[in-house]
């Protein structure tokens, strides 16, 4: 994946966050939920714990003593997916929802946009 790596002042804030419940809208697993493991704002891409896995073919490396990194073969792991492709699902009505930005006590917090719910998401800042 040739992906160009931007943002590199890092002022791109990313809606979903690490523990995030997200549903992935693109690529292998599309449809499926996942909770994020990690976000990668300078590539606006998040690891989804689990999902959209790549096998890697490797071969042995090393020489002599090899550690299991090193060894000949076969390695699953998830790929990164771009922020684009992934919508939060919202703890309180348990859908995938857009994520509104709003102020509450002096501190910008993430909240459901979906009609009829509203509800905060979380309290951590979003400076
Ligand atoms: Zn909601």
Redesign the pocket.
Same mark, same amino acid.
């Given at each position: 994946m040739a992906a160009k790596k931007r943002h590199l002042g890092g002022e791109f804030k990313p809606h979903v966050r690490s523990g995030d419940e997200v549903l992935i809208l693109a690529g292998k697993d599309v449809g499926e939920r996942g909770r994020v493991a990690k976000v990668m704002p300078q590539w606006e891409r998040a690891i989804v714990e689990g999902r959209n896995i790549v096998i890697r073919h490797q071969k042995a490396r090393g020489g002599q003593q090899v550690t299991a990194e090193q060894r000949a073969g076969r390695i699953s792991k998830p790929a990164p997916i771009h922020v684009s492709n992934l919508m939060v699902i919202?703890p309180? =009505?348990n859908?995938p929802?857009r994520i509104g930005h709003q102020r509450q006590e002096g501190k910008w917090v993430r909240f =459901?946009k979906?009609e009829g =719910?509203g509800?905060i998401i979380d309290r951590r800042e979003t400076t």
């Open positions: 919202c309180s =009505c859908q929802t =459901c979906r =719910c509800e």
